[in-house]
Structures are given as C-alpha cells and as structure tokens.
C-alpha cells in the first residue's frame, strides 16, 4: 500500500510537471508555432498584392513618433489569408543616422527598419482584443523578436504591461487603431 502511495504521488508530481508546459505551448499568445506560420502566411499573400517586398506599393511618408520609425507610411487594404479576409493595415518604420521624409521618399529601401503589420482576424480568435493579429517584420519577411527571443507575431503581447496590444489599446475610437 505504501508502494502504491507512493507511485501515485510520484505520477502526480510528473503531470503537475508535463501539464502546465503542454497548456503554455499551445495557448501562447504569441510567438508560437501557430502564430508563426499565421504570419508566414500573412507576408506571402502581402508579397503577391505588391505590399511588401522589393516592389511594393508605397504611400507618402510621414514623421513617426515612438516606438514605430522616425519617418513613416501605412497603407491598408483587405486581403485573404487561409480563407479568412480582414483589413490589414502596414506601417513601414524607417530610421537610421539622417534619415528625413525627402529622404525616404527618393528612396526608401536603405532606411526601412521593421514593417508593422495589423491584420483583423475572424471574430473569437481575440474577443478581448477586437480580434488584431500582430506581426513585427523585417525588410526580408523574417520576424523581430522580443527581449526574451520571442517572435513578435500573434497577439503580442497579450496580458503584458508593454507592448502591441497594451499600447495600441488606448488608441481613441476603440478598435485599437490610431489613425482613423
Ligand atoms: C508604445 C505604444 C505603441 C506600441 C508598443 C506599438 N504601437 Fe503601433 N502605433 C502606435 C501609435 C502612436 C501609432 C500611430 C502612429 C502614426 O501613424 O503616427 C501606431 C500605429 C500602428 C499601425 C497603423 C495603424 C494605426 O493604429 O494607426 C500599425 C499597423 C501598428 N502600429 C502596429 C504595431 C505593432 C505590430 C506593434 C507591436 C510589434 C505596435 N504597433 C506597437 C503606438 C504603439
């Protein structure tokens, strides 16, 4: 009987160990395995509209504030991805030593830093949260990371005090969208 005792408790003390890591993995918020093919597949469908990529469409760039570029351009438009359409709103941040609006408009390439991408998801994948995907590119698609070695795509960063979706919350209008 002890024996047995003993063999239940250690069970236990292995699920407790197994079950909290398996229940992360698979409600991460972001960066995870599902949010990042989510965002593979976002920047293929943006790089055959023409939105991304060496030959993208760009519209007037503007100044930027933190914690997107010194100089900006957003251009939104609805796309398909994996059956599902939605908005998607890209913000390209330009920066570097001298960089100025006539600057980036002669020629943007050399100053693009990250592309900032917001895209609306179908209802249920973040009710708390109107329901955005976010992504952090770089120029070549690939993914910015956190601090932490986190990839920036998903719900970033839900629950967190910094961050997408903390900042981007108290944008007026409540669809967490500054400029409309
Ligand atoms: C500290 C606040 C803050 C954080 C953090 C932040 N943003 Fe923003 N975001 C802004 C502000 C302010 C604007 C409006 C800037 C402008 O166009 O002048 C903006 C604009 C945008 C836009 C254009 C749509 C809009 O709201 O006007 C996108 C897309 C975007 N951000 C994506 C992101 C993504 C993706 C992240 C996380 C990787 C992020 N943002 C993190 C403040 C923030």
Known sequence: MKKMI??????AVVL??????????????FGGKDSVSDA???????????????????SKPYKGMAPHG???DTIEKNVTVNGHTGKVIIKRNYGGEGVSIAKVAQDPKPWL???????????????DNQNWFYAKYKPNGSLHTNPKKVKLAGR???????GC???HKAAPGGDYLFNQ
């Open 40 to 58: 593979v597949a976002l920047w293929s469908v943006l790089d055959s509209e023409g939105l991304v990529g060496s030959n993208a469409v760009h």
């Open 70 to 72: 010194a100089v900006l």
């Open 165 to 167: 979706i903390a900042c």
């Open 113 to 127: 830093k990250a592309l900032t991408v917001m895209f609306k998801r179908e209802s249920g994948y973040d009710a």
């Open 6 to 11: 003993k063999s239940i408790s250690s069970v």
């Open 16 to 29: 407790a160990a197994v079950v909290p890591m398996v229940a992360t993995a698979a409600g991460m918020p």
């Open 156 to 162: 970033v960063a839900k629950g967190m005090p910094k």
